[in-house]
């Protein structure tokens, strides 16, 4: 059974600081691509970040951009994201999910997710 268990969410003012991870489990030794969605109150899914299985090739969207770095521990079974400069507008639940293909997970576009974990939320407020 697949599971993808996010953690690190949390509150943190304008300009700090988090790292989130993720744990995935039920993949047997196969590492695939990873990414990071997130959502906001009343908006819908937005893809992150995306790596893939070796992590040699990371994407970004352009609002993180400089600021997210996705990073992944083969070894741990592990995918991270580490946030800096959080701005309000960043405030979300934060989801690591499998992607169908290399090419989603890099870029965001047509996106497919074959699996999803339960989420972490991010508030970044005052």
């Known amino acids: 059974q697949v599971q993808l268990v996010e953690s690190g969410g949390g509150l943190v003012e304008p300009g700090g600081s988090l790292r989130l991870s993720c744990v995935y489990s039920?993949?047997?030794?196969?590492?695939?691509?990873m990414i990071w969605v997130r959502q906001a109150p009343g908006k819908g899914l937005e893809w992150v970040s995306g790596?893939?299985?070796?992590?040699?090739?990371?994407g970004y969207a352009d609002s993180v951009k400089g600021r997210f770095t996705i990073s992944r521990d083969n070894a741990k079974n592990t995918v991270y994201l580490r946030m800096s400069n959080l701005k309000p507008e960043d405030s979300a639940v934060y989801y690591c999910?499998?992607?169908?293909?290399?090419?989603?997970?890099?870029?965001?576009?047509?996106?497919?997710?074959?699996?999803r974990g339960q989420g972490t939320q991010v508030t970044v407020s005052s």
């Open positions: 790596i893939t299985n070796g992590g040699a090739s990371e």
């Open positions: 039920g993949f047997g030794r196969t590492h695939f691509p």
């Open positions: 999910a499998r992607p169908r293909t290399t090419d989603s997970a890099l870029t965001g576009q047509k996106l497919e997710l074959l699996h």
